[in-house]
């Protein structure tokens, strides 16, 4: 029975930050949620225990409209979370029309929830949208977003369709700006989940650049739990927020960490740099984020050690 219930909506549910949000709201018994991915990058085994009677999985494309507005008719929610995109540098990178047509999903979601039974929507963004930094850390405000990389495009595009709608139809939003989020449920195509499959299989660790380029790494849980707070106090309403760590490693420094902890006989091995969407440095300007948490964020080697001590991670790379 889901009368009586927070009805919620997740697209890209089936995904890294997406699934481990879902679990997240399942704590409440008053979430029902229904999770819409296409599996394009998300995965069946990411869904939440099947003895959790409070969600329902539906394998639909969010940008065809005749998909997610027949969800959205039958179940009358009461919040969307927006997760579902395509995502990766190289994926992106190597389908840039793919990457374009997720505006669709968005406006289908953003018309849908107008003027219905939806009282918020929720969009997860990108650190994507700052291009290369102009100052560091990144404020939400301060820095210019300017990234002319398709996914940074459609991030950006999405914020200001997010806003317009607040503006136009009283639409209340929160933006969600994620900096590199890493975990257990990560595809293996993301650089920690890439590196340590290589540490831990003893193979080469390869970077592409000199690896010089800074990154801040945030692990899943920090994420999840900033964003369901949020959603639980109802805080920042029609407002962005930075979600990231703003512990700043080197790619090569990240590489070197992951070989010290696993005791790997990996060797570093360096490819050309990326052609594009590789940004030389990135840190985000976090204080809202700590200020609602109010704890001590997870850093990068404590993550890395849950990982490894991790089942289901071990299972994906066949250890």
């Given amino acids: ?35 819409v991915d296409n599996l394009s990058t998300g995965y069946i085994s990411k869904l939440p225990a099947e003895d959790n009677l409070n969600w329902k999985f539906i394998n639909a494309d969010v940008n065809t409209y005749a998909d997610i507005s027949s969800i959205m008719h039958s179940y009358n929610f009461h919040y969307v979370f927006h997760y579902a995109a395509v995502v990766g540098v190289q994926r992106t990178q190597n389908n840039p029309i793919s990457v374009l047509n997720d505006i669709d999903g968005i406006k289908n979601i953003l018309n849908l929830s107008k ?13 994507e949208v700052y291009g290369e930094p102009v100052e560091l850390p990144q404020h939400e405000f301060s820095t210019p977003l300017n ?70 790494f945030t692990y899943v849980d920090d994420n999840v739990d900033v964003c369901n707070t949020i959603f639980e106090n109802k805080l920042l309403i029609n407002d962005v927020i930075n979600i990231g760590n703003d512990e700043i490693l080197t790619i090569k420094q990240l590489a070197q960490l992951i070989i010290r902890i696993t005791n790997s006989s990996s060797q570093i091995c360096y490819l050309p740099p ?46």
């Fill in 1 to 35: 029975m889901i009368s009586g219930k927070n009805k919620i909506l997740v697209t890209g549910g089936a995904g890294n930050v997406g699934s481990a949000l879902v679990k997240k709201l399942l704590l409440n018994p008053n979430n029902y949620v229904v999770i």
């Fill in 115 to 127: 003027n219905s039974s939806v009282k918020h929507v929720y969009f997860a963004s990108s650190s």
């Fill in 147 to 216: 990234s002319r990389v398709p996914y940074a495009v459609v991030k950006n595009v999405g914020e200001c369709f997010f806003r317009s709608y607040s503006q136009a139809y009283n639409l209340p939003y929160t933006i969600f700006r994620f900096f590199n989020t890493y975990g257990p449920n990560q595809s293996i195509d993301f650089v920690i989940s890439r590196f340590l499959e290589a540490a831990l299989k003893n193979k080469d660790i390869t970077i592409y650049g000199d690896g010089s380029q800074t990154r801040t």
């Fill in 274 to 319: 990326l052609k594009d969407g590789d940004m030389t440095r990135r840190q985000p300007e976090n204080s809202k984020m700590k200020e609602i948490l109010n704890k001590k964020l997870i850093t990068v080697e404590e993550g890395l050690r849950l990982m490894i001590n991790n089942k289901q991670f071990l299972k994906s790379i066949d250890l």
